[in-house]
């Protein structure tokens, strides 16, 4: 079975406005592309996907996935779910078999994280890694794509997973400082400081 990425990118000149107050323009746009970096990076490592596209309208962000080894994906329709449901389509009808959609500002997420959130959708229709404080969806594994609708935006951790309850699908949760530690307001940016460390910490006693 076929297992792809989709990470969904903005177009630079309009990313992390709520940061808009501390950082200028292109130092937001720097921080996505470092973090889309990391996010490739990490996917690529845990080998756990065979495929990564990265669906934006913006010709730089597409240009810096595809030097960086990702597939890049030109937004079909605007707007955020409207431009995952149409590469979702395009996927399934493609013969994908399961979709992680992935957001790009995870600055510490881990190969670890890629390869648990595989292992869970081999007994899960849809795997759910929640945001930091549970209201988000930082990441959302799918077997097979789109099953069930994307309802990114406020509140949608609550919206994806009623909708796989609703549906009946077998669904359960991803939680880790990897998975849950999305960038988009500046107390993330002072958090991002201090659970770096406890992230090390974190893996050195697993494998010690
Ligand atoms: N391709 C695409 N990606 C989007 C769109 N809207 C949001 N995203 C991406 O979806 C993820 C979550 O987006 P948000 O947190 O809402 O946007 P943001 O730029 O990170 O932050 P804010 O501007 O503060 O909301 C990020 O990877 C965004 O780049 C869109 O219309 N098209
Ligand atoms: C878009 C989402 O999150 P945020 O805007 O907080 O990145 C989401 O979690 O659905």
Redesign the pocket.
Known sequence: MTYKALIPVKRLTEVKSRLAPHLSQKQRADLVLEMLRHVIDALQTSNALDAILVVSADPHVLAQASAWGAQPSPEEVPG?NEALHAAAIRERNAGTGALLTI?A?LPLLHPDDIRQMRNLAEEHAVVLAP?RDG????ALLTRPPLAIPYR??PG??QLHREAAQDLGLQHTLYTSIGSAL?I?VIDDLTALKYLKAEAVRNRNSLVS
């Open positions: 955020h957001s500002d945001s209201t988000g969806t930082n990114f935006g949608s951790f999305d988009d």
